[in-house]
Each structure stands twice: as structure tokens, then as C-alpha cells.
């Protein structure tokens, strides 16, 4: 009786051996070679490269792509480049896969353009960088309320909320430079020291403008010799005031 136990034991350990050795040569020989393993190749980077490119190079590195049905868009990139793909550069795939790739549009999106008037400048640059538009010039005008947002215009027309405008489109903001409407009569600059007439044109609530050296052996150097525009003209805070200043022939650097 213990005889035939320990040929059934005997048996069954053949067999749970037979088993593991099968096991181990389908794991590690049969099926590796059957999906060809470790036969892979790197996935290359293919950003910036255009479709017509794509076929011939993947080929070459024995793989294949298609295009995928959804695409972005970069104002720096060319129409029909590569702006994304799947797997990513770098990735270890069998010979012959597939590279989903995403392609940059011929043509920018429509944005609906937010609405930025009453905003803080800062405010509106932010949201305007966010929504993939650019800020263009910034138009200072009189208005009492400081880098405030008077008016958006694109294409030196201004447009409302809602109006569609490109993605990438730049922007320009119209924008209070806190002085407003205020009117004076223009001072006298004339005869006046460069630093002092400089102090009491700011102080005007004036900005300086063009500043013109004019060589001269009759005035004394820094002295006002021309303003524009003249003296006693009635002007609104924030203009600019161009200034000739005297510069003496004898002058050394």
C-alpha cells in the first residue's frame, strides 16, 4: 500500500515538473518569439515636422502613422506640422506600430472675444494671454480712472464682447492714463533752466516731449531757447511739450 503512494507521489511530482519545464519554455521561448519581443525600436520626435514628411521617415525606422481627427493650433508653427503624437518620443514599440499624430490647423479658430472694458490693465493682459490672444499697442488716453480699459480694438476697429476674433489675434487696449480732461493754459518755458522747466512741466501735469539741442554761442547751455506748442495755448493734462534747449559751440565732452 505505501508502495503505490509513493509512485502516485512520484507520478504527480513528474508532472507538476513536466508542467513548470512546459510553463517556462512557453513563457520565456515560445511567446517571445511568437510577438517578436525585444524586437522594438524609439519612438522619434516628430514636432515640427510636416505630413508630407512623415511616411519616409517613419518608414524607415519601421513604423507607420495616421492622423489623427482632431487638430490644435500654434501661430509658431507651419500649417500641417506635427504638434503632438502618440506614443511620445522616446518610447520603446514593436517594429510596425502605428504613431497617432496631431496636426497644426491651416487656419486659426474663432475666439469669442471677452468682455475687458472697466478691467485693470494687468487683469486684461492676463485674460487675454489666457485665451490664446495676444495684447497689441496700448493706447494711453485723458481719463480720470489710471491703466483702465476704455475700449478693445482689433484692427484699429473696436469690437464688442462676443465679436469673433482669431486665435493669436493681437489685441489693442485703450487704456486711462488717470489726468483726464483737466485744460490749462500752457506755462512759459522760455528762458527757463532745463531741470526747472522739466520740474514745472510735470508738475503741470504735462509730459516732456521731443528734446532738441541747438548749438548756440549768444544763450548760455540748458536754457529754453523754443517750445512747441507755444506758450499761453490752451492744452489738456497729459499732452507732450517738445523743448529746444541751448548747447554751448565751446561745449567739451
Request: aromatic share 8%; charged share 20%.
Amino acid at each position: 500500500m505505501r508502495e503505490s503512494f509513493k509512485k502516485i507521489g512520484l507520478h504527480l511530482l513528474l508532472v507538476f515538473v513536466a508542467f513548470t519545464v512546459l510553463g517556462f519554455l512557453f513563457l520565456k521561448v515560445y511567446l517571445p518569439f511568437y510577438t517578436n519581443h525585444g524586437q522594438t525600436v524609439s519612438v522619434p520626435n516628430l514636432e515640427g515636422f510636416s505630413v508630407g514628411e512623415l511616411e519616409d521617415y517613419l518608414k524607415a525606422r519601421d513604423l507607420t502613422y495616421e492622423v489623427a481627427l482632431d487638430s490644435g493650433f500654434s501661430t509658431e508653427m507651419r500649417p500641417h506640422t506635427v504638434m503632438k503624437q502618440i506614443p511620445k518620443p522616446e518610447s520603446k514599440v514593436k517594429k510596425g506600430r502605428k504613431i497617432y499624430v496631431t496636426l497644426n490647423a491651416q487656419n486659426a479658430p474663432l475666439l469669442r472675444m471677452p468682455n475687458l472694458v472697466n478691467s485693470p490693465l494687468k487683469n486684461a493682459q492676463e485674460i487675454l494671454s489666457n485665451m490664446g490672444l495676444l495684447r497689441g499697442e496700448i493706447i494711453y488716453v485723458p481719463d480720470i480712472a489710471p491703466n483702465v480699459v476704455l475700449e478693445q480694438k482689433y484692427r484699429g476697429r473696436s469690437i464688442p464682447e462676443g465679436f469673433e476674433v482669431p486665435k493669436g489675434a493681437q489685441i489693442d487696449l485703450v487704456v486711462g492714463d488717470g489726468l483726464g480732461n483737466q485744460a490749462l493754459e500752457l506755462p512759459n518755458f522760455v528762458g527757463m533752466d532745463e531741470v526747472d522747466a522739466e520740474f514745472l512741466l510735470i508738475g503741470s501735469g504735462l509730459r516732456m516731449g521731443n528734446i532738441n539741442y541747438v548749438e548756440t554761442d549768444t544763450v548760455p547751455s540748458g536754457i529754453i531757447i523754443r517750445q512747441f506748442p507755444p506758450a499761453g495755448v490752451s492744452v489738456k493734462t497729459g499732452e507732450g511739450v517738445e523743448l529746444w534747449i541751448s548747447e554751448s559751440k565751446n561745449r567739451t565732452n
